[in-house]
């Protein structure tokens, strides 16, 4: 770190599937460390973790990372400055990278706390979203596949979303009765509204979980994307869906004309059903904040369950 020397170790809260640290040097200055070690995978294993061309497998590694952080810099989105990358093993025991740290709040803290403050920074995240959705591919799945020259596996995403999406409704209902009563409904509404989706032959940059924890805002002002490793070439509705789920009333800003409305209403169902699944898989683990998670997860299962009310 051009010298300075490791004065202290701080463990960032936040990261469920890599550790994020923020190193303190002699001289004051701070940096980020994300580890991909699986000791600091919170998230039980499961069969196809590893195989990158499921869109929707976990974002982990240095390589989704690397290219993740490529594409969105060259699309003029403010990501995390690279200081260092280690995938040798040198200084660590497994894939590392140091970044810029950003000490402010994230766009998820400035919206509670000043929401004039934050219609600049919420204005130019809309830039940047409108950046991403202007560059497009022919194939879909994750950054590091398709600008490797890859495929993924599936036909369209649409398929891809309502397989996911069957997958999360069985394993949420294993763990919650009112899903299993509803099951059957919710997977006839699932398959009524995949059928309902035209095809599509382009696709455009997401990040995927573009909530506003994942947004830090820069000294100057600027939104800073974070926690980019799942970044894909996708139907531009699966990231609004995100959008307005984690943002309610504040999303009007990053509104984009154009949207398929058939998609929107699958992948809300969709999206429904796996934070719902995904954080009772989460917490058949040892992840510390179990409040949270579980608020996530109850919170989620009344929204599916409305979505399908007779």
């Not at 002699?26 to 499961?46: M, R, S, V």
């Not at 490529?70 to 200084?91: C, E, F, M, Q, S």
């Not at 194939?139 to 490797?148: E, F, H, P, Q, R």
């Not at 789920?245 to 209403?265: E, K, N, S, V």
Request: aromatic share 6%; net charge negative; glycine share 8%.
């Amino acid at each position: 770190m051009g010298g300075r020397r490791l004065e202290a170790v701080e463990r960032v809260a936040g990261g469920s599937k890599k550790g994020v640290y923020r190193l303190v040097m002699d001289d004051a200055t701070t940096a980020i460390a994300y580890l991909w070690d699986d000791a600091e995978n919170y998230w039980p294993g499961a069969e196809g973790d590893d195989d990158l061309t499921d869109p929707f497998s976990p974002g982990l590694g240095l390589d989704l990372f690397e290219a993740a952080h490529t594409r969105l810099d060259a699309l003029g989105v403010r990501v995390p400055a690279i200081r260092l990358l280690d995938r040798d093993g040198n200084h660590g025991p497994a894939d590392l990278v140091i970044v810029e740290d950003l000490p402010g709040e994230t766009l998820e803290q400035l919206l509670a706390l000043d929401p004039l403050t934050a219609a600049p920074v919420m204005a130019r995240l809309g830039e940047a979203l409108a950046a991403m959705r202007r560059h497009r591919a022919p194939t879909y799945g994750k950054v590091a596949v398709v600008d490797g020259g890859g495929t993924s596996r599936g036909t369209s995403c649409e398929e891809v979303v309502l397989a996911r999406a069957l997958r999360d409704l069985a394993e949420a209902a294993a763990r919650d009765p009112r899903i299993d009563a509803a099951r059957d409904r919710l997977e006839e509404r699932l398959l009524d509204l995949a059928a309902a989706v035209r095809p599509r032959a382009e696709y455009v940059v997401v990040h995927g979980e573009l909530g506003p924890d994942h947004v830090r805002v820069d000294a100057c002002g600027n939104p800073v994307v974070i926690d980019i490793e799942g970044t894909m070439y996708f139907d531009v509705e699966w990231e609004h869906v995100f959008l307005r789920i984690r943002l309610h009333d504040a999303y009007r800003p990053l509104t984009a004309d154009g949207l398929d409305q058939d998609r929107l209403a699958l992948y809300l169902l969709a999206q429904r059903l796996s934070l719902t699944a995904g954080p009772l898989r989460l917490l058949d683990g040892d992840f510390p904040d179990r409040a949270f998670m579980a608020g996530i997860a109850e919170c989620n299962l009344k929204q599916a369950l409305y979505l399908v009310r007779s």
